[in-house]
T-cell receptor, first 115, second 111 residues
């Protein structure tokens, strides 16, 4: 089945450690996105990539880094510079459909807790 | 980015229609109206989108006002599985592929 996988579902880290969240898609989509969601809030865009080897900062990129070496993969590293890393992290990829559809497909998310 | 305004929460009885409103008074002519929903502890999923005309699909209908400053997502017969947060989002049709999610409307379905 085609889709987006994120692993792990739950992740616990000590403060001061970098941590990398995995995102893989087999939908053959060019564009991929990382969002952060805090309790009771909407999603905020961290980074996005429209093509391999290229990515752009979103609205809250500070303290995060990404790479896009393969079309299928868009890992997110939460660095120790991120002041409030505990959150629900969502990865998405985008289809290029007709009639302006361009819907984003989301993975199941990774819930990161830093103590 | 053009902004949308939605009620924080709504309730509906099971098996009745639900009308979820969205105001977007600063919408531009090239903005598409997208709706996504997010079930608890899951990623959002696409529901429907439109530009000017009303739209129907297997999940819902989208009614767009003639001046495009508001829209309504219609669930024709709500089930318990429709309980979710519903997001109304404007997407620039000229290549800006970012989606800006607000806080959405939390829909509760009463059995």
């Amino acid at each position: 089945d085609g889709g987006i996988t994120q692993s792990p579902k739950y992740l616990f880290r000590k403060e001061g450690q970098n941590v990398t969240l995995s995102c893989e898609q087999n939908l053959n989509h060019d564009a991929m996105y990382w969002y952060r969601q805090d309790p009771g809030q909407g999603l905020r865009l961290i980074y996005y990539s429209q093509i391999v080897n290229d990515f752009q900062k979103g609205d809250i990129a500070e303290g995060y880094s990404v790479s896009r070496e393969k079309k299928e993969s868009f890992p997110l590293t939460v660095t120790s510079a991120q002041k409030n890393p505990t959150a629900f992290y969502l990865c998405a990829s985008r289809s290029q459909g007709a009639s302006g559809r361009n819907e984003q497909y989301f993975g199941p998310g990774t819930r990161l807790t830093v103590t | 980015d053009a902004k949308t305004t939605q009620p924080n929460s709504m309730e509906s009885n099971e098996e009745e229609p639900v009308h979820l409103p969205c105001n977007h008074s600063t919408i531009s002519g090239t903005d598409y109206i997208h709706w996504y929903r997010q079930l608890p502890s899951q990623g959002p999923e696409y529901v429907i989108h439109g530009l000017t005309s009303n739209v129907n699909n297997r999940m819902a209908s989208l009614a767009i006002a003639e001046d495009r400053k508001s829209s309504t997502l219609i669930l024709h017969r709500a089930t318990l599985r429709d309980a979710a947060v519903y997001y109304c989002i404007l997407r620039d049709g000229f290549g800006n592929e970012k989606l800006t999610f607000g806080t959405g409307t939390r829909l509760t379905i009463i059995p």
